[in-house]
């Protein structure tokens, strides 16, 4: 099917481009030009106004993503770019085409996605699994869908009963094993392995080893949180004494308002010893006084202007897991997060303490962690030992 889209020289893709770079400090794209292409004069100002209400970078990267996956799918499936409201024959078109049976697809090619649609969409490096979508995507992009219908004073189809029946019935067809997001935590003994492969003073392990460490430390922040790190969110403390004479440097981390904050609220961690020592060694080494932290390097050695995006830290721990000798497909960048408390865990640190570092909220997921290391040491567990 042609898809209709202005030309890449037109003005009003020039204008969008110039629009979506003023936004940028604040909303980190990576592919500015091509969402120029694909987005409306309206999907932009969308966006703008977002940023202007102040909603989270994180949440307004999501919307960005999954807005951008929606124009380019009504694009390959439709010809022309998203109505606003959707209409409800477009919602279930949408779960259709993502919700489905491998089984009957085997059987029967027109269902599911249709070959040209799904061509199209992985042409352009949108679509990338085999199969059909995990349920949670295809809620998390109606509900994205939802939300900026909303914010253009537009009612939509969202809540419709057909919708959600069709939803709740291709998710029952299509039973899925829910996984954790990293099969293993990165917990302190394979995080030394890690650093073990930085062990040089090149940029790169000097910003990989920083990386490593500020996450872990830090509580096992996120990888967006990591990757849209700036120098005006770090604030230097004074030096912690362990004992006459030896003091270890402290750092603090604004992290402003996360996953898990509302508000004006502004969350603090705190580094202290050797992740600040490492923090420190890379901003001196990269000449980092302001702006983005942790910054991509070029071929011959040129710190970038440009943060690292969020996919390029779990990219550098998956190089640094096979570097050291591990199966690379065992871990993520999520793996930092849930190794940080396995380790909190197995070192007897109250749960409290280490919540009030990783910033969980919620102590029922943050306790799992801990009832794991209890029962790996636990009597039950070693009846045999």
Known sequence: M?????????????RRSVELDTIASVLPIERRDELAELLSDQDVETLRHLVNEGMGANTLRALTSDLAY?????????GRSLPWPAPEAL???FVAHHLWDPEKRAADPDHGMPAAVDENLRHQGFLKSIGPHAPDTVRR??????????????????????????????????????RRKSAKAVTG???????GTCANDSLRDIRDRAILMVAFASGGRRRSEIAGLRVEQLSSDAPIEMSEGTFLPSLAIHLGRTKTTTGEQDEIVYLTGRPVEALNAWMVAAGI???????????????????????????ILKQRAEM?????????????????????ANRGIPLPEAMEQSRHRSVQQASSYYNSAERRSGKAARLLA
């Open 70 to 78: 929606l124009e380019a799918w009504g694009l390959a499936a439709t």
């Open 324 to 344: 050291a000798g591990l199966e690379v497909g065992e871990f993520s960048a999520h793996g930092l997060r849930s190794g940080y408390l396995t380790e909190a």
């Open 2 to 14: 042609a898809v209709a889209r202005e030309s890449p020289a037109s003005p009003g893709v020039d």
């Open 189 to 195: 003994d394979i995080l030394q392995r890690l650093l």
């Open 141 to 178: 992009r109606l509900a994205n869908w939802s939300t900026l219908t909303k914010w253009r004073g537009l009612d939509g189809a969202f809540a419709s009963p057909a919708l959600k029946a069709a939803i709740r019935l291709a998710v029952r067809s299509v039973p899925r094993t829910r």
């Open 91 to 93: 919602l279930l078109k």
């Open 289 to 315: 006084e302001r702006g983005s932290v942790f910054r991509g390097i070029g071929r011959w050695g040129n710190v970038s202007m440009r943060a690292l995006d969020p996919q390029s830290i779990n990219a």
